[in-house]
């Protein structure tokens, strides 16, 4: 299984190319399609990555909604409509397009974010304030990471966790 970790900031060119880090094209290099895709997160200023194989699972997990519902339309809407496939070039860097560095505020680099199954790119100071939040969401709330379960899903705050 696929695990980005830990963060880089690296430079984009003028002509929006970015080089994807080591460990996340070496995590990456044992599929067929050597590059990742992208899409705008619909939550946060930044730039959501998936490898080729993931999103085949995000559309099944779709699969669990009614095919025409609102929901469902929503969901492929925001992640496969504004998808942009993105394959390495000689030297492992990819093109970002202008509406996705305009959606993250990106500027003369880009930081990418492991977050396990996925990662993310951001503007490092937009970052910086992300980082800020979700610790203290987790010092807050108390959250922890639940349990592997034989018998369903752990509740965690009155939400299921599968």
């Not at 895709?37 to 909604?65: I, N, W, Y």
């Not at 993105?86 to 860097?93: A, I, K, L, S, V």
């Not at 800020?132 to 592997?148: D, H, V, Y």
Request: hydrophobic share 40%; charged share 25%; proline share 4%.
């Amino acid at each position: 299984m696929t695990l980005f970790l830990s963060n880089f900031v690296n430079k984009m060119d003028r002509k929006n190319r970015v080089s994807v880090p080591a460990s996340f094209r070496a995590e990456i290099s044992g599929y067929s399609f050597k590059g990742v895709v992208l899409f705008r997160s619909a939550a946060q200023p930044c730039l959501e990555g998936f490898t080729q194989m993931m999103m085949k699972e995000l559309a099944a997990r779709l699969d669990h909604f009614d095919l025409f519902s609102p929901e469902q339309d929503d969901l492929a809407t925001s992640i496969f409509a504004d998808s942009c496939v993105c394959p390495f070039d000689n030297e492992g860097r990819i093109l970002l397009p202008d509406n996705f560095i305009k959606h993250a505020r990106i500027d003369d680099t880009a930081m990418f974010v492991g977050l396990g199954r996925k990662f993310q790119i951001w503007n490092e100071g937009l970052f910086a304030e992300r980082m800020t939040k979700a610790r203290n969401n987790i010092k807050s709330g108390q959250i922890t990471l639940p349990s592997f379960m034989q018998n369903g899903p752990v509740k965690i705050k009155d939400r299921d966790v599968e």
